[in-house]
């Protein structure tokens, strides 16, 4: 059974920074596509950034390009999310999916295990 634990959320201040961690439990981390995505109250779970297994290329949500940075460290078996720039619409619940192989990933469909979330709430 493959786990999903996110950790790093909080409360910081509309400018500031975060960096969120995941960590996955099992043999197989690099074979995974790895991939964040977060959700507010009442709407879907939006995608965020995911990272390709083949070549680590990533693709980023245009809300946050240019702020958010996804990276992986397969010794650690870690997922990392670091949000800079930070405004109070990017408070949500966020989430560190895994997909077995490669995938487009920006679809919550493309993901085979998830975490349970992390809150992340941005004060103006």
């Known amino acids: 059974q493959v786990q999903l634990v996110e950790s790093g959320g909080g409360l910081v201040q509309a400018g500031g920074s975060l960096r969120l961690s995941c960590a996955v439990s099992g043999r197989s981390f690099s074979a995974y596509t790895m991939g964040w995505f977060r959700r507010v109250p009442g709407k879907e779970r939006d995608f965020v950034v995911r990272?390709?297994?083949?070549?680590?290329?990533?693709i980023a949500a245009d809300s946050v390009k240019g702020r958010f940075t996804i990276s992986r460290d397969n010794a650690k078996n870690t997922v990392y999310l670091q949000m800079n720039s930070l405004t109070p619409e990017d408070t949500a619940v966020y989430y560190c999916?895994?997909?077995?192989?490669?995938?487009?990933?920006?679809?919550?469909?493309?993901?085979?295990?998830w975490g349970r979330g992390t809150q992340v709430t941005v004060s103006s």
């Open positions: 999916a895994a997909g077995v192989g490669q995938r487009r990933g920006v679809s919550p469909r493309s993901y085979d295990y």
């Open positions: 990272e390709s297994i083949s070549d680590g290329g990533t």
